[in-house]
């Protein structure tokens, strides 16, 4: 049993790690010009879902809040990554895989953004107690 768990463990983990490297190819088509328009519209979509802090169920909702994390956003990147020809998903999978070793996190982008989100939530509460 505990082979069996830790089979699947390595899986897992190996998904994990590879949906950084999916979602940056997917990136990288969306900037393709070879992909079609509503292919690139798709994965914007898919795209903006899995960086927005934003989710449709909100995470602090029991087991309901990670399942848009656990199924939506993966089903997603499947189907995203299905639309994209086989010889664009291959060079932007080559080109992911050789580039995600020398990404960077942007630390200023990710500080503004959570700043405005939290502007934009201290303004919410602003008006709520106004209210």
Do not use: H
């Not at 899995?50 to 989710?55: E, G, N």
């Not at 020809?85 to 070793?101: F, N, V």
Request: hydrophobic content about 55%; charged content about 25%; overall charge positive.
């Amino acid at each position: 049993m505990r082979a069996f768990v830790m089979k699947i463990s390595k899986k897992v983990l190996a998904k994990i790690r590879n949906l950084k490297t999916e979602t940056y190819m997917l990136y990288l088509a969306y900037k393709d010009p070879r992909v079609k328009w509503y292919v690139k519209a798709f994965l914007l979509l898919i795209l903006a879902y899995a960086l927005s802090p934003v989710d449709i169920i909100p995470d602090f909702i029991p087991v309901l809040g990670y399942l848009d994390d656990v199924l939506i956003l993966p089903v997603g990147i499947y189907f995203a990554v299905k639309m994209i020809p086989t010889e664009i998903r291959d060079e932007c999978r080559l080109k992911a895989q050789s580039e995600i070793k020398d990404l960077k996190i942007r630390w200023a982008g990710l500080a503004i953004v959570i700043m405005v989100w939290l502007v934009l939530l201290g303004f919410i509460i602003y008006a709520l107690i106004r209210l």
